[in-house]
Antibody, heavy 119, light 108 residues
Framework: EVQLVESGGGLVQPGGSLRLSCAAS????????MIWVRQAPGQGLEWVSG????????YYADSVKGRFTISRDNSKNTLYLQINSLRAEDTAMYYC????????????WGQGTLLTVSS | DIQMTQSPSTLSASVGDTITITCRAS??????LAWYQQRPGKAPKLLIY???TLERGVPSRFRGSGSGTDYTLTVSNLQPDDVGTYYC??????????FGQGTKLEIK
């Protein structure tokens, strides 16, 4: 069974930094692209960043480019999101998402970790 | 970048009704379209993937259809438990998923 468990959220002051983690299990992590999606309170879903299976290429939404860094450690089956220069508008639930691959046609989502940026 | 336009933004219907939510992509997404239901404080729950495949455990009252750029979620025999916000998602490429704006469903 595919499981994605996010962690690392919390209350951080504006301008601060934080690293979110997503522990993956139930599938061969190194074979799949992975994605971060976020949802601000009362708002819709927003794609944030994606990384290929071997960390060769990464992609970012314009709203986070230059401040967020996606990475992964395939030996630890873990996805990361380093967030710097935090702003109030980064306050959101952050979800880790497994991209489909091979014969699979669906995404898998974690339960999310909440990041609150406030002084 | 692919944009998704979802309508309506809100919907009010009665138990037993049939409702329809539509999503239009700015370019063809080759059926890489999913539908989710989200309840307050919860993660999105997958209902339909690849445009028309029903996720395991989801009632057959939920049906996805469409192709190319235009997709539809139909929920028949509406139940009180169907309340929530529904989102479409295009996932043709992990480089940029795109989501519809959401449809908030209320049961009268």
């Amino acid at each position: 069974e595919v499981q994605l468990v996010e962690s690392g959220g919390g209350l951080v002051q504006p301008g601060g930094s934080l690293r979110l983690s997503c522990a993956a299990s139930g599938f061969t992590f190194r074979n799949y692209a992975m994605i971060w999606v976020r949802q601000a309170p009362g708002q819709g879903l927003e794609w944030v960043s994606g990384i290929d299976d071997n960390s060769v290429v990464t992609y970012y939404a314009d709203s986070v480019k230059g401040r967020f860094t996606i990475s992964r450690d395939n030996s630890k089956n873990t996805l990361y999101l380093q967030i710097n220069s935090l702003r109030a508008e980064d306050t959101a639930m952050y979800y880790c998402v497994k991209d489909p691959g091979g014969d699979e046609k669906r995404c898998y989502w974690g339960q999310g970790t909440l990041l609150t940026v406030s002084s | 970048d692919i944009q998704m336009t979802q309508s309506p933004s809100t919907l009010s219907a009665s138990v037993g009704d049939t409702i329809t939510i539509t999503c239009r992509a700015s370019q063809s997404i080759n059926d890489w379209l999913a539908w989710y239901q989200q309840r307050p404080g919860k993660a999105p729950k997958l209902l339909i993937y690849k445009a028309s495949t029903l996720e395991r455990g989801v009632p057959s009252r939920f049906r996805g259809s469409g192709s190319g750029t235009d997709y539809t979620l139909t929920v028949s025999n509406l139940q009180p438990d169907d309340v929530g916000t529904y989102y479409c998602q295009q996932y043709s490429n992990y480089r940029m998923y795109a989501f519809g704006q959401g449809t908030k469903l209320e049961i009268k």
